[in-house]
T-cell receptor, first 112, second 111 residues
C-alpha cells in the first residue's frame, strides 16, 4: 500500500532563517506531488505541484521554493523565512491529475 | 484559474440533525468535485467525490449533489454524530490541473 511521510511535524524558526520540509511517498511510482499551505481562515492554498523529477509548477509567488530531486521526494525550502510563512504545510500525492489526493500529516511551522 | 467559494465558514448542529455545506466554482471546465474531512492536527482525507457526469452520489450518511448549470455543489450529512465534528473542504478541478480548495467549514456537532 502507498504511504506518505512528511517531516518535521513541528518547527519553530526565527525570521530570516532557512527552511527545509521534506516529503516522501512509498508504494507508488511517478506520482504527482503537491505542497499546500493552510493558514487560519484561508483554507488550503496550493503552493507547488510536480508531475515529474525536476518539473515544478509554482502557483503563488513568494519566498518559498520546491524541488523534486527524486521520483518520490518533494522538498519545500526557503532561504529566509518571513513571519507570514507561519502555517500548516501539507504535502500530498496523486496518481496523475485525475485521481484522489492523499495528504501527509502536515508540518506546523511557526516563524518568530 | 479556478476559484472555489465555500459557505458557511462555521456550522453548529445538534446531534441527529442534518448539516449542509455549499460550494460554488468559477471554471465551467471543472469536472471533479471532492470533499475532504480534516480532523485536528491531521491531514485532510477524502470522504466523497463526484464527477461532472453525475448529479448526486450517496455513501451512507453523506451525500453530494452537483448542479453544473449553476456551478455549485453541496455536501449533506444526515443524522450527525459528535465524531462528524471536523473541518470540511470542498474542491474542484478540471482534467490536467491541480485541485483548488475552498476555505473550509468548521462543523461542530453537540450531543
Amino acid at each position: 500500500s502507498q504511504t506518505i511521510h512528511q517531516w518535521p511535524a513541528t518547527l519553530v524558526q526565527p525570521v530570516g532563517s532557512p527552511l527545509s520540509l521534506e516529503c516522501t511517498v512509498e508504494g507508488t511510482s511517478n506520482p504527482n506531488l503537491y505542497w499546500y499551505r493552510q493558514a487560519a481562515g484561508r483554507g488550503l492554498q496550493l503552493l507547488f505541484y510536480s508531475v515529474g523529477i525536476g518539473q515544478i509548477s509554482s502557483e503563488v509567488p513568494q519566498n518559498l521554493s520546491a524541488s523534486r530531486p527524486q521520483d518520490r521526494q518533494f522538498i519545500l525550502s526557503s532561504k529566509k523565512l518571513l513571519l507570514s510563512d507561519s502555517g500548516f504545510y501539507l504535502c500530498a500525492w496523486s496518481q496523475g491529475h485525475t485521481g484522489e489526493l492523499f495528504f501527509g500529516e502536515g508540518s506546523r511551522l511557526t516563524v518568530l | 484559474g479556478e476559484n472555489v467559494e465555500q459557505h458557511p465558514s462555521t456550522l453548529s448542529v445538534q446531534e441527529g440533525d442534518s448539516a449542509v455545506i455549499k460550494c460554488t466554482y468559477s471554471d465551467s471546465a471543472s469536472n471533479y468535485f471532492p470533499w475532504y474531512k480534516q480532523e485536528l492536527g491531521k491531514g485532510p482525507q477524502l470522504i466523497i467525490d463526484i464527477r461532472s457526469n453525475v448529479g448526486e452520489k450517496k455513501d451512507q450518511r453523506i451525500a453530494v449533489t452537483l448542479n453544473k448549470t449553476a456551478k455549485h455543489f453541496s455536501l449533506h450529512i444526515t443524522e450527525t454524530q459528535p465524531e462528524d465534528s471536523a473541518v470540511y473542504f470542498c474542491a474542484a478541478k478540471e482534467a490536467g490541473t491541480a485541485l483548488i480548495f475552498g476555505k473550509g467549514t468548521t462543523l461542530s456537532v453537540s450531543s
